[in-house]
């Protein structure tokens, strides 16, 4: 049950951030642009001018929603890796690091949450490192740590996946964004984390219920005789 628990958590989290993000875009006046704005653009709370790290003009009436979202969205990441446990990984340190750095990711998004980019830049910021720097580390930690029972695809695919998006974190900080505009580069370095989230997620609940369905039976089977 702790584990069906662990990852619900991740799909519902990452489901529930990427339907609000769609309202709360969808409420700008002005269309908001998965290329030129930020994720956080949603959750600023005043109408202003942005100059850093490129010029733009955010106002985003529900602000609060995104907020609200960015919260819950972190501490949902956080209970995943705290209850997914020996079905999802092996023992070890790569395991618990990744684990952990997995739910410093969490809280990066609660703290983006807590503190708007417009109200507390240096701690959203701090939430902002703790996703994209610690989430990411612990996606290429997490290749190692994973249980030995999961596709090798599956493995090896987290840490390249890792690897992808500290990259494009990278290239984000130093303002080289490869043709994907300002926001597009940011989504490369903070949704592949999300992404990989909802895919375990999903994979570990199909996986439990297969072997729900093979025991049934025999169950009966043994009841029966």
């Keep these: 049950m702790r584990v069906r628990i662990g990852y619900s958590a991740w799909i519902v989290g990452v489901v529930q951030f990427f339907v609000i993000h769609l309202i709360v875009e969808s409420a700008w006046a002005r269309p908001y642009s998965w290329a030129r704005n930020n994720i956080s653009d949603l959750g600023n709370v005043h109408c202003a001018v ?4 490129e010029p ?3 106002c985003s009436p529900e602000h609060g929603l995104m907020n609200v979202s960015f919260v ?27 684990r952990m750095l997995l739910a410093a990711a969490g809280v990066g998004f609660v703290l983006a949450g807590l503190a708007p980019a417009d109200a507390d830049e240096n701690l959203h910021i701090l939430g902002a490192l703790f996703v994209m720097a610690a989430g990411n580390i612990g996606l290429v930690v997490a290749g190692s740590g994973l249980a030995e029972h999961l596709p090798a695809t599956l493995r090896w695919g987290t840490s390249l996946l890792g690897v992808t998006a500290l990259t494009a974190f990278g290239l984000f900080l130093s303002h080289h964004y490869l043709g ?14 999300l992404v990989w989230a909802l895919a375990v997620g999903a994979h570990g609940l199909v996986r439990r219920a297969g072997r729900m369905r093979e025991t049934v039976p025999a169950g009966r089977l043994s009841h029966a005789g």
């Design 50 to 53: 942005q100059p850093d790290p």
């Design 56 to 58: 733009r003009y955010i």
């Design 72 to 98: 819950a969205l972190g501490a949902l990441l956080v209970v995943g890796a705290a209850l997914t446990g020996s079905a999802l990984w092996r023992r070890g340190r790569a395991a618990a690091v990744a």
């Design 180 to 193: 994907l505009g300002m926001g597009g580069m940011e989504r490369v370095a903070a949704l592949p984390l």
